[in-house]
């Protein structure tokens, strides 16, 4: 069964300083996606990393992809209270066209 | 702007009682999914349906069924409610088509249910 880990479970910090959230497998994955989900509403698609190494830039949020295409991981610069929320990676299993595996999640909260 | 609306954000139900959850898209979209969603947990996949009158079991099915009778309104049901079934369930859309391996999912608000 394929799984993705996500850690930390939980990081709260303060606002201005950088951090990183990491989402790791032991299995191959053609992509991966991450979504952040603010209380009371539903995920909503940031990025999707395709290419081994592939990096990907959102304003001050940096997406890699490991080069095996086991991992990756969200490099957050200079946080804000509105980067509170929950982050979750997903990606498509190999025999499957249309489900997503997805990581339990990093809550993220950003102190004023 | 795309929009899937699910149709209650809260639900308080009792023990034994059937519940419906009703979902609906309007951004044309062939897959359409239930999840629950339970903390420490992820999002877990109940059914989900590429077609009309089409669906297909996710990890976690028992105690659920759906009905998919037009494209855009897809419809969780819980037979006969427990409190383990207590829950956020999220519904997603998505594109079928093309590089389907990186459709996004849409996802609406969510609704809480309670079963007491």
């Known amino acids: 069964t394929q799984l993705l880990e996500q850690s930390p479970q939980f990081l709260s910090i303060q606002e201005g300083e950088n951090l990183t959230v990491y989402c790791n497998s032991s299995?191959?994955?053609?992509?991966l996606q991450w979504y952040r989900q603010e209380p009371g509403e539903g995920p909503v698609l940031l990025v999707t990393?395709?290419?081994g190494g592939e990096v990907k830039k959102l304003k001050r949020l940096t997406f890699q992809f490991g080069d095996a295409r086991k991992d990756s991981s969200l490099h957050i610069t200079a946080a804000q209270p509105g980067d509170t929320g929950l982050y979750l990676c997903?990606?498509?299993?190999?025999?499957?066209?249309?489900?997503?595996?997805w990581g339990a999640g990093t809550k993220l909260i950003i102190k004023p | 702007d795309v929009k899937v609306t699910q149709s209650s954000r809260y639900l308080v139900k009792r023990t034994g009682e059937k519940v419906f959850l009703e979902c609906v898209q309007d951004?044309?979209?062939?897959?359409m999914f239930w999840y629950r969603q339970d903390p420490g947990l992820g999002l877990r996949l109940i059914y989900f349906?590429?077609?009309?009158?089409?669906?297909e079991k996710g990890d976690i099915p028992e105690g659920y069924s759906v009905s998919r009778e037009k494209k855009e309104r897809f419809s969780l049901i819980l037979e006969s409610a427990s409190t383990n079934q207590t829950s956020m369930y999220l519904c997603?859309?998505?594109?079928?088509?093309?590089?389907?391996?990186?459709?996004?999912?849409?996802f609406g608000d969510g609704t809480r249910l309670s079963i007491l």
């Open positions: 990393v395709v290419t």
């Open positions: 997603a859309s998505s594109l079928l088509g093309g590089d389907i391996f990186n459709q996004p999912q849409h």
């Open positions: 951004m044309d979209h062939e897959n």
């Open positions: 997903a990606g498509p299993p190999g025999v499957s066209n249309y489900q997503l595996i």
């Open positions: 299995s191959v994955f053609s992509s």
């Open positions: 349906s590429y077609d009309v009158k089409m669906k």
